[in-house]
């Protein structure tokens, strides 16, 4: 199969190594840099072997841009192969009806899933106005063989149904069911329930998949975030108004929606009350929330969950209620008992409860251990892709996938096109980031970029310090990625960095630190401004314990490894092909303990001279 492309040697050893790798491991984790043509590589890999075994191939990605950056690399090779290959995505961004709606309430994910059964229930008993993107046109063989033939991006499709009148979701589910290859997001599949639901109408079993992980770096975060939860004050307040309006029904008699309302709100706030004396937050036990609401209400634990499944009942009573009355059939009472009764269910080890002030209380179950939320990912085949997942012992551990053999691609275009730096005066430190080490740390950056005039993207370590060191003044104009800025927005400001000439400010781990294609002249020079180091809180200090207490070595698994895929994936944006060249300068004196991870990292006095001189040499 490797002979229908023209694939470099090295790829075809990656493809190689991926195969060997499935037939005698779980799976392969591969690192290679920026322009290497890794997407191609694991499509291969992946659609040859899942051939060879009568498999079907699912590739995983976190954005709507990786998204299409597979599609067209699908567009190629799917003719080719004779491969039907489909994008799926949720119904938030392929619902066109859903669009159209005056919405002065938001829908949750369920809600939609909701509000799209009823509606494709009213046409099927004969009420075509429900939807009118509905009917058998979805699942036609003309729909079909067009979504083949064409394989339109999920937007592409959302356009052409919107014109067709024909529902995006439903076709591409459709589509879905007969496909070879299904491109999806993280999200999608992360959630058991709907994979299960996905993997039944495709008629796959989880043993007959092949996995693709597409930046596959990030799955300890997106596992840890699908599996954490909330439960704030103002989530009980909008419960128990709902409640209200629906004539605060009873629980049992005498026991209301907001007497159990009362009772959780009171816990919390006692909580607050006693453990957070002179401090933000604090890890608490689970069992203290069911405790404190049975001290302060004088009820049984048991009688406390018990009113928690009566409420996700009436939560469900009042989303049926809503629907019949034409409105967003959501439920915050509904919303609030599945956390409570989560809570319930949590178990001690993988998890830690912290108890913070935000908004007047806030509980919230966070996930340590993702290893037990992938683990149904681990039942397939799997392929692991990225630019950064060294050290990869460390990956495999957090990840659970300690049955995939690993290999990393060096460098693939001319060493000399590239230079890192690092200025040792400078600390982004937290505690000692005052308004004159941000005053310093405008300098630095201004130099810079006045000594080399190159395109520049300046990566903060977070949104806080982008702002402190915005608030020191620049004496240019800037483009800046701040934390409210919509995804359109954010990529109407790409494009104009594309074109003009202004730097550009983002932060480390932010929308624009990965996944973003910069090539050539479009981007030259990027600068770190800092150490993107977690914040020390309650979190980040549990993570660290239970990987001590896991592995030995909490500092490289809490705080190294994350730190060094950070820093990598932002000096990565610089090279994308064979005649791209940069400088990465990282402004920070903890840089050095990094050098290990970043082996051609070389200590500058005057990174601005350096920068400028760099440039030089490569013009000459
Ligand atoms: Fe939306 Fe399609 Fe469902 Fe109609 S059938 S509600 S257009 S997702």
Redesign the pocket.
């Known amino acids: 199969m490797t002979e229908v492309y023209d694939l470099r040697e090295y790829q075809k050893g990656l493809v190689d190594f991926i195969l060997r790798s499935l037939e005698t491991h779980g799976g392969a984790a591969i690192e290679a840099p920026t322009g290497s043509g890794k997407t191609l590589t694991g499509l291969i890999a992946a659609t040859k072997y899942a051939r060879e075994h009568n498999k079907k191939v699912l590739y995983l990605t976190r954005t709507n841009s990786q998204q299409e950056q597979v599609i067209k690399e699908l567009r190629i090779i799917s003719p080719a192969l004779g491969l039907r290959s489909v994008p799926i995505q949720g119904?938030f961004n392929?619902?066109?009806?859903?669009m159209e709606l005056e919405r002065e309430e938001t829908f949750t994910s369920e809600s939609l899933s909701r509000?799209?059964n009823s509606?494709?229930k009213k046409v099927r008993e004969g009420e075509p106005n429900a939807?009118r993107?509905?009917s058998n046109k979805v699942s036609s063989d003309e729909n079909l063989s067009r979504i083949f033939s064409t394989l339109p991006t999920a937007e592409e499709f959302l356009q052409y149904g919107r014109e067709e009148e024909i529902?995006?979701?439903?076709s591409l589910k459709a589509a879905a069911a007969k496909a070879d290859l299904v491109v999806a997001p993280y999200a999608f599949f992360l959630n058991p329930e709907v994979a299960e639901r996905f993997l039944s109408r495709w008629g796959v079993s989880r043993e007959d998949l092949v996995i693709v992980l597409d930046e596959a770096h990030n799955l300890p975060d997106l596992a840890r975030e699908v599996s954490s939860f909330r439960i704030t004050i103002n989530s009980i307040n909008l419960a128990e108004k709902e409640a209200a309006e629906f004539g605060d029904p009873e629980l049992e008699p005498r026991f209301r929606v907001s007497d159990f309302c009362e009772t959780l709100r009171n816990a919390i706030l006692d909580l607050v009350r006693d453990k957070l004396e002179g401090v933000e937050e604090a890890r608490i036990r689970f069992s203290e929330l069911p405790e404190y609401a049975a001290i302060g209400s004088g009820m049984k634990m048991e009688k406390f969950w018990l009113y928690a499944s009566l409420m996700s009942v009436v939560g469900d009573n009042i989303c049926d209620i809503r629907e019949d009355q034409g409105r967003v059939p959501r439920s915050h009472v509904l919303s609030l008992a599945s956390r409570v009764l989560s809570w319930k269910s949590i178990d001690d080890e993988g998890y830690v409860a912290i108890l913070n002030a935000d908004n007047s209380g806030t509980i919230e179950a966070f996930c340590l251990e993702p290893t037990a939320v992938l683990e149904n990912l681990r039942i397939s085949k799997t392929i692991h892709m990225s630019g950064t997942l060294e050290p990869f012992q460390v990956y495999k551990n957090i990840t659970g996938f300690t049955d995939i053999s690993a290999k990393k691609l060096g460098s693939i275009f001319p060493e000399g096109n590239r230079l890192v730096l690092y200025y040792d005066g400078i600390s982004t430190k937290f505690d000692s980031f005052n308004p004159d080490e941000a005053a310093k740390m405008r300098d630095l950056i201004s130099g810079i970029i006045a000594s080399t005039g190159r395109k520049t993207l300046v990566f903060f370590t977070s949104y806080n310090l982008m702002e402190k060191v915005m608030d020191a003044g620049f004496n240019f104009d800037y483009l800046a990625e701040t934390r409210d800025k919509s995804q359109p927005d954010l990529m109407e400001m790409l494009n104009r960095f594309r074109r003009g000439n202004k730097p550009m400010f983002a932060v480390m781990g932010g929308r624009l630190s990965e996944g973003i294609n910069l090539p050539g002249n479009e981007l030259q020079q990027v600068i770190l401004a800092g150490i993107p180091y977690p914040r020390p809180d309650a979190k980040q200090k549990s993570l660290y314990s239970y990987y001590r207490s896991r592995y030995g070595n909490g500092w490289e698994y809490a705080v190294t490894f994350p730190v060094v895929i950070k820093m990598r994936q932002a000096i990565g944006r610089l090279i994308r092909g064979q005649d791209d060249t940069g400088v990465a300068i990282i402004l920070d004196s903890r840089a050095a303990y990094f050098r290990k991870y970043i082996p051609e990292m070389k200590l500058s006095q005057d990174p601005a001279n350096d920068a400028r001189n760099f440039f030089l040499a490569v013009r000459a």
Do not use: N
């Open positions: 119904r392929l619902c066109p009806l859903y509000f799209c509606r494709k939807c993107y509905f529902c995006p979701y439903e």
